[in-house]
């Protein structure tokens, strides 16, 4: 039952125009699992972000990674974001040893906007792992 609330949640799309900021939503589906009206598989939390499980995974292990600060898009973050954004990047590595895939390798994937395949407009981070991967993605 749950898990089909948060499918329906995250397949809402909201279509900005390209190259224009995002006003935040605060009642996307992420920003409800900061605020836990949402239950999550937590696997990561720290004063700047939350590390969960993805609900629609895309590989054996999928998991999100996203800020507690209200940003929309990757575009949208500024100049004072930067520390932030390096510190998702770590956390993802983090989790990743903690499960046990940093050594076989993973993928990070970041969407920004519409066209990319973002569908829930809080910024986040994809780490896929437990397949092969081919290239270019997409």
């Given at each position: ?52 499980a993805d ?5 054996p292990v ?66 896929l792992a ?9």
């Open positions: 039952m749950r898990r089909s609330i948060l499918r329906r949640l995250c397949a809402r799309r909201f279509r900005a125009p390209p190259n224009h900021p995002v006003n935040y939503d605060a009642s996307n589906v992420f920003a409800r699992i900061l605020r836990r009206e949402i239950p999550a598989r937590l696997l990561h939390e720290d004063h700047q972000c939350v590390a969960f609900v629609a995974p895309q590989a999928h998991f999100l990674v996203i800020p507690k600060r209200a940003i929309a898009r990757l575009a949208d973050a500024d100049e004072s974001d930067k520390a932030l954004l390096g510190h998702l990047l770590w956390a993802a590595a983090e989790v990743a040893k903690k499960l046990g895939i940093a050594n076989d390798g993973f993928r990070v994937v970041i969407n920004n906007g519409s066209n990319a395949g973002q569908s829930v407009f809080h910024l986040h981070v994809h780490v437990g397949r092969s991967f081919g290239w270019p993605p997409g």
